[in-house]
Nanobody, 120 residues
Framework: QVQLVESGGGLVQAGGSLRLSCAVS????????MGWYRQAPGKTRELVAT???????NYADSVKGRFTVSRDTAKNTVYLQVNSLKPEDTAVYYC??????????????WGQGTQVTVSS
């Protein structure tokens, strides 16, 4: 029904940069927010950045000043520019779409993830 496909991950050295992309099968304005999450081995999935349908952005403290979330609504694509990468940023990065609605009416969609590995 709703498909999200991430791309752009890879292996980089500390201090390097990547641009992650999330291609969405629906217009982005169908969703209250788009988000990027990440999950490192042995850790829980954590929220990295969000952008609402109105264009407001939020970031985890650990990535502020280094990561930037943006969107191209014409292309139904959300981006996460990751700069000044640290080994601690190594994780699978997932794209998430949060639907409108409340309580059990709210829907969440996930991509398969893209691996980001940062070597020291």
């Amino acid at each position: 029904q709703v498909q999200l496909v991430e791309s752009g991950g890879g292996l980089v050295q500390a201090g390097g940069s990547l641009r992650l992309s999330c291609a969405v099968s629906r217009n982005l304005f169908n969703f209250a927010a788009m988000g990027w999450y990440r999950q490192a081995p042995g850790k829980t999935r954590e929220l990295v950045a969000t952008i609402t349908s109105g264009g407001n952005t939020n970031y985890a403290d650990s990535v502020k000043g280094r990561f930037t979330v943006s969107r191209d609504t014409a292309k139904n694509t959300v981006y996460l520019q990751v700069n000044s990468l640290k080994p601690e940023d190594t994780a699978v990065y997932y794209c998430n779409a949060e639907g409108f609605g409340y309580d059990d009416e709210k829907e969440f969609y996930w991509g398969q993830g893209t691996q980001v590995t940062v070597s020291s």
